[in-house]
Structure formats: structure tokens, C-alpha cells
């Protein structure tokens, strides 16, 4: 699995613009590429947690999760392994100071996942007339 570099720099600035309080979203894939960071309605977030309603998460496809952990630490809590389990293979934390190096994508076990940043050709997908 990849990760397109401008879905991976739009996860690092919204998880460092959140600040102090943490970011969540699911992800999803354009065949092996992560290509896209979905928002729930409802999530609520504070410094130590966020909280998706993921009942509000429409009929898409996901592939995993993000969300970030402000104190920078960037291994999975108890609470993140269970959602792991539950919601996909691929899950990404992004920590403080959230530049290219401050994140990782974990499994469905915690382990750690290899995902390459890959340059990625978004369409438009409106066709203006």
C-alpha cells in the first residue's frame, strides 16, 4: 500500500492546525493508494482523544484510520487497537511536531506497516462544461 504525498501533507497540516486537541478520520484507497481522508459528522474531539460517530460515516468504502496524538508519541493506545480491529487494515497516527517523519501506519495487530509516499495524479472529478 502507498500514500499520496499531498493526502499525507493534508493529514500532517490538519492534525498540526487541531492542535492541542486530537484529529480522526477514516481513509480511502484509489486501488493501492491511500488517496483520501474522510471526515465524520459528529466527531468530538479533546487533548487526549477523538471520538468518530462512525453510525453518522456514510456508505463509502474505507480502508482504515487516521488521528493524531498531540504529545507526539506516536504508538497505539489500548483504546486505538481495539478500533484497529474493528475498522479496516491501515491506520495512521500523526504526532507533534507533524512534519514528514512524526507519523506511521500501523495494522489491524498494531504492527507497523511500510507505506510508501507516492506522487499521485488527483482528477478532477467535476466536469466543468
Not at 492534525?15 to 484507497?29: D, R, T
Not at 511536531?97 to 482528477?123: A, H, I, M
Request: charged share 20%.
Amino acid at each position: 500500500m502507498n500514500i499520496a504525498r499531498d493526502t499525507l501533507l493534508f493529514i500532517l497540516e490538519v492534525c498540526k492546525s487541531s492542535a492541542p486537541l486530537e484529529f480522526a478520520g477514516m481513509l480511502q484507497a484509489d486501488g493501492d493508494v491511500i488517496t483520501e481522508v474522510v471526515i465524520v459528522p459528529g466527531t468530538s474531539s479533546t487533548g487526549e482523544s477523538a471520538v468518530m460517530q462512525l453510525f453518522m460515516l456514510p456508505n463509502i468504502h474505507t480502508i482504515g484510520t487516521v488521528h493524531s496524538h498531540p504529545s507526539g508519541n506516536l504508538r497505539p493506545s489500548n483504546t486505538d487497537l481495539e478500533l484497529f480491529m474493528k475498522k479496516g487494515s491501515y491506520h495512521i497516527i500523526a504526532g507533534a511536531p507533524y512534519d514528514t517523519s512524526s507519523w506511521t501506519c500501523y495494522n489491524r495487530k498494531g504492527n507497523t506497516v511500510e507505506l510508501e509516499v507516492v506522487d499521485y495524479d488527483f482528477k478532477d472529478e467535476i466536469d466543468l462544461l
